[in-house]
């Protein structure tokens, strides 16, 4: 069975539209991705937080330990080890920490949490934990899109470049 010369072009001129679709929708999410990179565009690690000696005087004095931050962001898959330097036990959420030893939590969902904290004035601790930006996220997102976009400039090239031509009448 042959195909009509109107199919053929239509086919052609498809293929065409979404291989530059393709590379521009590329482009266009690499260069994006380079500016608006940040912390979670990495594998899963192992981050350490001290609490340092003398912090549980600090907190009973109303002071913060400057070395401990109000706030931490992870990736999922990340594990929280927190080694307890001061002479006194801490508790941070699910974690006793005893003096002079150390324990860890996995970040095994994204969300935000707000941890009881016996090692900050506030009593709390935030936790940012994101999904990791990886190479498999932004080849989904490609391929969600280039579709997409294809459609959208066959069928604007379908409008300013006709197949057929009009016939004079």
């Keep these: 069975m042959r195909s009509s010369p109107v199919a053929t072009a239509a086919l052609k001129r498809f293929g065409l539209v979404f291989a530059v679709s393709l590379v521009l929708v590329l482009a266009i999410a690499e260069i994006a991705h380079a500016f608006q990179r940040e912390d979670f565009d990495r594998p899963a690690e192992i981050v350490s937080l001290t609490i340092p000696a003398g912090t549980a005087q600090k907190v009973a004095a109303g002071q913060e330990e400057p070395s401990i931050p109000s706030e931490l962001s992870f990736v999922v898959g990340d594990t929280l080890l927190v080694y307890n330097d001061d002479r006194?036990?801490?508790?941070?959420?699910?974690?006793?920490?005893?003096?002079?030893?150390?324990?860890?939590?996995?970040?095994?969902?994204?969300?935000?949490?707000e941890f009881s904290c016996s090692f900050r004035p506030s009593q709390f601790l935030g936790l940012t934990v994101q999904e990791a930006t990886t190479l498999n996220l932004r080849l989904v997102a490609l391929a969600y899109v280039t579709p997409a976009t294809a459609i959208f400039f066959f069928l604007y090239s379908l409008a300013l470049w006709p197949l057929v031509k009009e016939s004079p009448a």
């Design 88 to 113: 006194v036990d801490h508790e941070l959420g699910p974690l006793f920490i005893p003096a002079g030893s150390s324990a860890s939590l996995v970040m095994s969902d994204a969300n935000q949490f």
